[in-house]
């Protein structure tokens, strides 16, 4: 029950975010670093697909049938009808906006781990160039006050001189090559993103309607690619996924999406996760958008 309780208050909370990321991003779809789906009604054949995801495809013929009758009364009928596919559209939008909060809690945790690791960065670089300058300025000093004329005389102060420009540059290489550096071994538990990738891939932690709709067409949509077809194109083309046609793209994108254990997640890893993962919610908020139009049109 205590489960229960927790998955239906993270919902609440993150549903409620993601409503409004959702409108940024279909308001200003420029932004988004990936392909989203325009902003458009839904025809009567798009509204056939999705109800026939969610499981109401004859209950909205039979309530077409009675429309096309002339005004609809009340009957007991009609509002069985109307009822059951109520419910049924409400747990399809439950099941999404439950799914939506578990993608926010991924990218949250990534969002964490990615400030975890930039502190530590940034605390190291600091820490080299204190050594940086300080080395410089010491070994510096005493050269020049052992340096003497003709400069390009291999004297002691010359000696130091080079000396310190060497360690210089070597700490500035080593300054450098911290802000690269870092891993984080603490996403440990495989990404939302992998079924998406692989068909072998456990996709239990997304619901059925929510599977169904990810490998679903979508509206309008030209090419005759599925939703997760879309996602992987748009995200290889953006070098945020690795290709997996190549046996090192494969084995980083495994890395990346947590299916095999490596040397850990850099910041830039965990950065391409969490843009993976805004595509990924919006296109389940398209999803949505779907559904209220379905319940208005009954």
Same mark, same amino acid.
């Given at each position: 029950?205590?489960?229960?309780?927790?998955?239906?208050?993270?919902?609440? =909370?993150?549903?409620? $975010?993601?409503?409004?990321? /959702? &409108?940024?991003?279909?308001?200003?779809?420029? !932004?988004?670093?990936?392909?989203?789906?325009?902003?458009?009604?839904?025809?009567?054949?798009?509204?056939?697909?999705?109800?026939?995801?969610?499981?109401? !495809? !004859?209950?909205?013929?039979?309530?077409?049938?009675?429309? #096309?009758?002339?005004?609809?009364?009340?009957?007991?009928?009609?509002?069985? %009808?109307?009822?059951?596919?109520?419910?049924?559209? #409400?747990?399809?939008?439950?099941?999404? &906006?439950?799914?939506?909060?578990?993608?926010? =809690?991924?990218?949250?945790?990534?969002?964490?781990?990615?400030?975890?690791?930039? +502190?530590?960065?940034?605390?190291?670089?600091?820490?080299?160039?204190?050594?940086?300058?300080?080395?410089? @300025?010491?070994? /510096?000093?005493?050269?020049?006050?052992? &340096?003497?004329?003709?400069?390009?005389?291999?004297?002691?102060?010359?000696?130091?001189?080079?000396?310190?420009?060497?360690?210089?540059?070597?700490? +500035?290489? =080593?300054?450098?090559?911290? %802000?690269?550096?870092?891993?984080?071994?603490?996403?440990?538990?495989?990404?939302?993103?992998?079924?998406?990738?692989?068909?072998?891939?456990?996709?239990?932690?997304?619901?059925?309607?929510?599977?169904?709709?990810?490998? &679903?067409?979508?509206? @309008? @949509?030209?090419?005759?690619?599925?939703?997760?077809?879309?996602?992987?194109?748009?995200?290889?083309?953006? *070098? %945020?996924?690795?290709? !997996?046609?190549?046996?090192?793209?494969?084995? *980083?994108?495994?890395? %990346? $999406?947590? =299916?095999?254990?490596?040397?850990?997640?850099?910041?830039?890893?965990?950065? *391409?996760?969490?843009?993976?993962?805004?595509?990924?919610?919006?296109?389940?908020?398209?999803?949505?958008? /779907?559904?209220?139009?379905?319940? #208005?049109?009954?």
């Amino acid at each position: 029950m205590d489960k229960k309780l927790v998955r239906i208050s993270r919902i609440l =909370v993150f549903g409620f $975010l993601a409503f409004c990321l /959702g &409108s940024a991003s279909l308001a200003n779809p420029g !932004s988004a670093p990936f392909d989203v789906e325009p902003d458009q009604k839904y025809s009567k054949e798009d509204e056939d697909v999705l109800a026939e995801k969610i499981g109401i !495809s !004859s209950e909205l013929a039979q309530w077409r049938a009675f429309k #096309a009758q002339g005004p609809l009364k009340a009957t007991i009928t009609s509002v069985e %009808l109307q009822n059951t596919m109520n419910k049924k559209i #409400a747990s399809a939008y439950f099941d999404s &906006s439950a799914f939506v909060a578990d993608v926010m =809690v991924e990218m949250s945790i990534c969002r964490e781990e990615q400030l975890k690791l930039e +502190s530590s960065q940034n605390k190291r670089v600091q820490a080299t160039n204190i050594l940086n300058f300080a080395t410089r @300025g010491t070994i /510096g000093t005493v050269a020049t006050a052992i &340096s003497i004329n003709p400069m390009m005389l291999p004297t002691d102060g010359n000696i130091l001189g080079t000396i310190a420009n060497g360690s210089s540059t070597g700490l +500035s290489l =080593v300054a450098l090559a911290e %802000l690269k550096s870092g891993h984080s071994r603490n996403v440990s538990q495989v990404s939302l993103l992998a079924p998406i990738f692989f068909d072998n891939a456990s996709h239990d932690r997304i619901t059925p309607k929510v599977w169904l709709y990810l490998n &679903s067409y979508p509206i @309008g @949509g030209s090419a005759r690619l599925t939703h997760r077809q879309q996602l992987i194109r748009s995200w290889t083309d953006s *070098k %945020l996924a690795p290709n !997996s046609e190549t046996p090192a793209g494969l084995k *980083k994108l495994k890395e %990346l $999406l947590g =299916v095999e254990r490596g040397h850990g997640l850099t910041i830039q890893d965990l950065k *391409k996760r969490q843009k993976m993962l805004e595509g990924l919610r919006v296109t389940i908020f398209q999803m949505n958008k /779907g559904l209220e139009q379905l319940t #208005a049109a009954i």
